[in-house]
């Protein structure tokens, strides 16, 4: 097998564990897939020579493992450890900026770190619809063989959102609506 090969395999691998994350409402179960998703992805990025994707995708690991950690003892991952992540992204991509695809690799990620972090899995599915949709862009002008996985994604995140979780953003909406409602106009 080639290294194009391996690549694209663990490719599929990352998109069926990243479709599964996506069919979970309890975010202790998203957050596993999500770990799977990126150590698979990692490694793609890494054979394909994608450094600051394979180096931000080990960041991105470390960050769902304490992610996890936090959500199986039941707290909320604090606020200034996602800036720490956000700023490791950010320094990663600077240092090892090659092309303009980059800036699509971190804006990414930035996504990335706000979506596994919140406590409903449908703000983090909206988050994770801007996340593969940045990360595609990417792959279309640096990493083609990851293309596949981010086409699915985005596709099954808009299935999701449609079966999952349009109660949810239905709701918020009309408590938006009905916020203004109240509001007394002046003349």
């Known amino acids: 097998m080639t290294v194009s090969q ?13 479709v599964l994350s996506l ?5 202790i179960y998203v957050i596993s897939c999500q770990l799977i998703t990126n150590a698979l992805l ?25 992610c996890f ?10 606020l200034w450890f996602t800036a720490v992540f956000v700023c490791a992204y ?19 990620v930035w996504f990335f770190a706000i979506s596994i972090v919140q406590k409903h899995s449908y703000v983090s599915r909206a988050c994770s619809f801007v996340n593969c949709s940045l990360w595609l862009i990417y792959d ?11 086409v699915v994604m985005v596709a099954t995140i808009i299935i999701s959102i449609i079966r ?6 239905l709701a918020l909406f009309s408590k938006s609506k009905e916020k ?8």
Not at 44 to 65: K, P, R
Not at 164 to 169: A, G, I, Q
């Open 23 to 27: 069919q979970f409402k309890r975010m």
């Open 180 to 187: 203004k409602d109240k509001i007394p106009k002046t003349s």
């Open 69 to 78: 950690a936090y959500s199986f003892v039941g707290k909320r991952f604090p």
């Open 164 to 169: 999952l979780d349009r109660k949810d953003w």
């Open 140 to 150: 279309i002008i640096a990493a083609p063989s990851a293309i596949l996985t981010h």
């Open 90 to 108: 950010t320094a990663v991509t600077v240092i090892n900026y090659k092309s303009f695809a980059d800036v699509f690799c971190c804006a990414a």
């Open 6 to 18: 391996i690549a694209f395999t663990l490719g599929i691998a990352a998109t069926v564990a990243a």
């Open 42 to 66: 990692c490694v793609q990025y890494l054979l394909e020579g994608g450094s600051s994707a394979g180096i931000i995708s080990v960041i991105a690991v470390v960050q769902t493992v304490l």
